[in-house]
């Protein structure tokens, strides 16, 4: 089997995370937190760790302003329950996520909230002139940063421009990039950034985060419940980070993320990036010599994930994709990829959206040639 | 001179810990947070030494927020 389905979750994951799963339900497997006892303290440690290390990558000072969620859907959930008012205006694009637009208009309804998107072209370019036109006045730029239908990097120092003259707060859901390309909180002027852990993080589901800028305001906590803390009282506590992590953590994720962490240290961004852009522009390639299939191309100016997305022009979407599973062992993933946003804005709504690869650091030359040769002899 | 270091989160004391332990000035433990001093169902950290406000500097200069109890 050719797994090309890593923008969901990678996998296979480096064996590192494996044994640290192993061993974390073999020796420690204890709840962090809400004792002092050996293995307690133990497992406790091990989250604090991976706090720490979590922090370092994003560019976060301040490891005590970076919160571990289930997923990145909670963590954006989080952010956007805990700042947005009645009245309050959102500035977001028109390539989001259903991670970030279903919260956002769910608030539309409930709070009232007001919602401005801003447009871009089937290549994913963001009309930047009307981008400036909408900011005036809102309380929150949102946005997505690589789209994970497209791959396409949102440009983020516009956005940070942007939120910091129109004085508002920037929201970035990192999901495809986290891991995969450097991001730097403090340096980007970003004040909530949002991620999930089991995708260019390599980790294992069940786990998210986010991450507050030192200038944003404490935000409300969405959830509420038992810290380990201020345990006589009934009320949630302020303090950080027990504030947004109430109940027991994933801590077989976590310890898998702190194992993922040193590893992808030791490999660095540039292989990694370099890795699945050579096997990204070999698909691409491969794909556009064929008349059957249409590539879904990203502008020219904006740099990209791993991802590559593309559509047959005259069989059924779906039917494909079988056959590659099927008759190749090609694993893929089909449809709109939780992003109508991005399928209308790109034009490939009508076909039921597209065919995405999206490979990982795991994925070698060898089955990227394979890829190509199967879809060169479906394509005959 | 010997006494707890209560902190208020679990993160706030193992970071406390491990600040105090790098000084190398001080015997330091983490401890169940002793009933008598508070209710929460934590840690603390326990800690042995001399000039102890060379301590409680570092823990302020990190800006970690705690209860010093002495004991005797």
Known sequence: MIYLDNAATTFPKPPDVTEALVSFMTHVGANPGRSAHTLSIESATIMFQCRKALSKLIGQKDFLRTFFTMNATMAINTCLYGLLKEGDVVLATSLEHNALMRPLRMLEKTRGIKLRFIPSDVTCKLDTKAAKALAHGVKLIACVHGNNVTGALMPLDFFATLAREAGAYLLVDASQSAGLVEIDMEKEGIDMLCASAHKGLYAPMGLGFFSLSSRMDAIESFMQGGTGSRSEEEIQPELLPDKYESGTPNMLAIAGLLSALKWRESIGYEAMYAHEMRQRTQLREALKALDSVVVCDVHEAYATTGVLSWYPKAQSLSRVAQTLNNQYGILTRVGLHCSPATHKSIGTLPHGGTIRFSPSFFTTDEEIERVIWAMREMGQ | ?72
Not at chain 2, 20 to 43: H, Q
Not at chain 2, 46 to 58: H, Q
């Open chain 2, 1 to 72: 001179m010997r006494g707890y270091f209560l902190l208020f989160t679990t993160s706030s004391a193992l970071y406390a810990y491990e600040l105090l332990k790098e000084m190398e000035a001080y015997k330091v433990s983490l401890v169940p947070t002793p009933r008598e001093f508070s209710s929460d169902c934590g840690m603390a950290v326990y800690i042995e030494g001399e000039a102890m406000e060379m301590a409680m500097r570092c823990l302020d200069e990190h800006r970690i927020e705690y209860e010093f109890k002495s004991v005797s």
